[in-house]
């Protein structure tokens, strides 16, 4: 269910190198949540880093709320540039999987796996 790959990179240098994936890939960036930041701005103890890049392709987005509104729920994709363990890695849960579970649609199918693949090639591209 999820795609997670392995960087020696820092998590600001697969950051700046997923955004320019995703630009490349005709996908926007909406929003970049620092999650391991605002944890520690709450007083909460949080030793790992964890960005998380809400990204969107527009015409995909209105194929999938075609097809079923109540996905709206379930976007933008998102993929996370995160540390563990003192490991950098890039990774996302995969839109085929995660649109199954959501909806019977068939014809969501198509839109997930063109997601999903360019999703996956972002994820290479930043590592």
């Excluded at 998590?11 to 320019?20: H, R």
């Excluded at 068939?106 to 591209?125: G, P, S």
């Amino acid at each position: 269910m999820y795609y997670i790959v392995e960087t020696r990179k820092s998590v600001a240098q697969a950051s700046a190198d997923l955004e320019s994936a995703v630009q490349r890939h005709g996908f926007g960036i909406l929003h970049v949540h620092d999650l391991g930041g605002s944890l520690r701005s709450k007083g909460i103890a949080f030793g790992e880093e964890c960005r998380i890049f809400e990204i969107c392709n527009p015409g995909q987005a209105a194929g999938v709320l075609g097809v079923d509104m109540r996905l709206n729920m379930a976007l933008p994709c998102r993929i996370s540039v995160f540390t563990e363990k003192g490991k950098t890695k890039v990774g996302m849960i995969r839109p085929v999987q995660m649109l199954a579970a959501l909806s019977q649609e068939a014809a969501l199918r198509f839109f997930a796996e063109e997601v999903e693949e360019q999703a996956v090639q972002m994820i290479d591209e930043a590592v």
